[in-house]
């Protein structure tokens, strides 16, 4: 089953099939950016656009690598040198920016459902960089890539997800996904940190050894340390002293675990650089595979299919729709 | 997708005896096999271009090296088509630098496939020269391309569709000419 959507907003509700097949899209570019000459010309006269409300390296510059590597132009825009400082609405500047026809936005907010607004009143593919404590679907989408290639599968993994779970995006997008496939999730943290909604989607324990014990897969978040205003721990040290991962930690895991981390790393607060710099960890290989997964996301919204195009026109994913579809709850993270 | 108005123009033996010319054609063409590569165009130039390095190797006790291209990201119709093409990769693990590379298809029709093949060999690096081997040129071209060993030429008209189908992806080995009931 092909990958229909107009946007890419999240993961939630995703089928199995359309996972498999934006996994074996990705997995069939990644061979492009292994060549001598990086690029193809699949998306030439195509433009995308990046409107980050938040800070970010890693995320805009893998969608900029991707999109060029499709030959598409990439124009960036960041809240702080934009018409945002003057007091423009969210809505006004997507408004202004698609009045310029860009084939796709990538947009990041810091508040949760910015891009299902937008999806919602703009015709243009809106793709989720991000938005506030709800999604990061491109950053799930090659975490699995990465797990599935080093471990063949993904259904029956037993997924240890750690950290700062309430506030993390690419928590949920990966507890969405990882359970859509069939693998299992250990949510593993101080009880400040996990949500008690959580137990629908697996496991949760407040004990690290326990949380890593034979595990297939060890997936560290990041303490936002800048959300941390609220005191959801008393401190930085006490935090790490239970919950950093070391490699007594990482001993008590299958032999052959593998761990990741979406960055930026906090090293020594929830991951000890031995850790992820050693042998288990596969934290670059994420790096190298969002490029493909970007390039493969690009290129299902922009060359969507005729066929698919009618199907939205007919039974249109209305405005409605995707405002039924929003995050209710929009909180503004931390 | 099964037409019931289809007549099979080659069956399994004339697919094998026409590989097995083309073979010796490009041998012959470039006496023997040195610096010279296979590249099949997914999906069926794949199996093409595999049994005919096998055929190689039964004549020259050389196996050439042999890759795998996916056009997809280089056709002019992408946004025309009416279903969205998966995108299988290629795999071309030897450098074409310097070879005679022959590039290996199903069906000669529009000429658009071998064009996008051409823009992505091209990609890869400078080959010596470029060749092209066909199982069945159907004409109607689009662009002035055409092929250096034709399996079989067969003169059909634009309402018709020509099919190969090969044991490793339908089963069977024959190519089937059909009136299209709808494209």
């Known amino acids: 089953m092909p990958f229909t959507h107009r946007h890419m907003l999240g993961l939630e509700g995703i089928s199995r099939e359309e996972l498999f097949y934006l996994l074996d899209t990705a997995k069939s570019f990644k061979e492009i950016s292994e060549r001598n000459i990086k690029k193809v010309p699949t998306l030439q006269g195509k433009t995308v656009v990046a409107l980050f409300y938040e800070a970010s390296t890693r995320t805009r510059t893998s969608f900029e690598i991707a999109a060029k590597r499709m030959s598409a132009d990439f124009v960036s825009l960041s809240s702080s040198t934009s018409s945002v400082t003057k007091g423009e609405t969210l809505l006004d500047t997507a408004r202004n920016l698609a009045a310029m026809r860009p084939d796709a936005i990538v947009i990041r907010h810091f508040v949760s459902g910015a891009p299902h607004f937008l999806a919602a009143r703009l015709e243009c593919p809106i793709i989720n960089a991000g938005d506030g404590a709800h999604e990061h679907p491109t950053q799930a989408i090659l975490d699995l890539l990465t797990i599935r290639e080093r471990k063949g599968r993904l259904s029956g993994l037993t997924v240890a997800i750690i950290g700062d779970i309430l506030h993390s995006r690419v928590a949920r997008s990966n507890v969405f996904a990882l359970n859509a496939l069939g693998a299992s999730v250990r949510f593993v943290g101080p009880p400040t940190l996990l949500a008690p909604e959580l137990r629908a989607w697996g496991d949760v324990t407040h004990d690290l050894h326990e949380g890593v014990r034979d595990a297939d897969v060890i997936m560290m978040l990041r303490i936002q340390l800048e959300r941390q205003g609220k005191n959801f721990f008393p401190t930085v040290d006490e935090y790490s002293r239970y919950f950093c991962l070391t490699e007594r930690a990482v001993a008590l895991a299958k032999p052959d675990v593998i761990i990741m981390h979406p960055g930026p790393l906090n090293r020594g607060v929830e991951i000890a650089s031995d850790v992820a710099d050693g042998p288990y960890s596969v934290i670059m290989d994420q790096v190298t595979n969002g490029i493909a997964v970007r390039m493969a996301v690009l290129y299902l919204l922009i060359n969507r299919s005729r066929e698919a195009e009618l199907e939205t026109e007919t039974h249109a994913q209305t405005a409605a729709e995707v405002e039924a579809a929003t995050p209710r709850l929009r909180r503004r993270a931390g | ?183």
């Open chain 2, 1 to 183: 997708m099964m037409a019931t108005n289809e007549r099979v123009v080659m069956d399994a033996q004339a697919i094998e005896r026409a590989l097995t010319r083309v073979a010796h054609e490009v041998l012959e063409h470039n006496k023997g096999t040195e610096g010279l590569a296979l590249v099949g165009i997914r999906s069926r130039g794949v199996h093409l271009a595999e049994r005919l390095r096998d055929k190689i190797q039964a004549i020259e006790g050389v196996a050439v090296p042999t890759g795998i291209m996916d056009i997809t990201l280089y056709r002019d119709d992408l946004s025309r088509s009416k279903q969205q093409p998966v995108v299988k990769g290629t795999q071309i693990r030897f450098a074409i630098e310097d070879k005679h590379v022959v590039l290996v298809d199903d069906v000669l029709y529009t000429g658009r496939s071998v064009r996008a093949a051409l823009d992505a060999l091209m990609d890869f690096g400078r080959p010596l020269q470029v060749q092209l081997v066909v199982l069945i040129d159907r004409g109607h071209r689009e662009l002035p391309i055409r092929a250096d060993y034709v399996g079989k030429n067969l003169p059909t008209a634009i309402t018709e569709s020509v099919q190969v189908r090969l044991k490793e992806s339908d089963g069977r080995d024959e190519v089937v000419i059909a009136r299209a009931e709808e494209r």
